[in-house]
């Protein structure tokens, strides 16, 4: 390889080294800051010469697993204080704006949804539609 193509490299690379470096110093900087339980993690992990990342995502799974069946008896439970009427007796304006808050953000995700994963909002074309003729010489009316 000719000089000239090296620096003509190394001029290219030098903006995205120099990046790479400030990430490298900022995460060295916040790493001396972390609390005394993860530096102690780490320093085991280190010493032991595993990934603390590693370990540290098997214990989130695990801990995930534990949790679903918490998570099953709580959503029951909030179902039955929903059927019992509790929640009405002590409804407020503020409790129902943050209703609305939900139904409108349930609404948009479903929009966004059938944007995204139809790519039309209009409903699917029916195989006996006089519109389906049209599909056989024409664009997809949907689309």
């Known amino acids: 390889m000719s000089s000239?193509?090296?620096?003509?490299?190394?001029?290219?690379?030098?903006?995205?080294?120099?990046?790479?470096c400030k990430i490298e110093k900022r995460s060295a900087r916040k790493l001396n800051a972390v609390d005394a339980c993860i530096a102690k993690t780490i320093a085991e992990h280190n010493a032991s010469g595993t990934d603390a990342a590693v370990s540290s995502t098997k214990r989130y799974i695990y801990e995930q697993k534990q949790l679903f069946h918490y998570r099953v008896v709580r959503f029951f439970d909030e179902c039955r204080y929903l059927a019992s009427g509790e929640y009405f007796r002590t409804y407020s304006f503020k409790d129902f704006v943050w209703d609305i808050r939900f139904f409108?953000?349930?609404?948009?995700?479903?929009?966004?949804?059938?944007?995204?994963?139809?790519?039309?909002?209009?409903?699917?074309?029916?195989?006996?539609?006089?519109?389906?003729?049209?599909?056989?010489?024409?664009?997809?009316?949907?689309?």
Do not use: M
């Open 4 to 20: 000239s193509k090296t620096v003509t490299r190394g001029r290219f690379l030098a903006p995205f080294c120099k990046v790479a």
């Open 104 to 143: 409108t953000k349930f609404l948009l995700l479903f929009i966004l949804g059938t944007l995204f994963g139809r790519q039309s909002i209009f409903p699917p074309i029916d195989p006996d539609s006089p519109l389906a003729l049209a599909l056989e010489t024409k664009v997809n009316p949907n689309y």
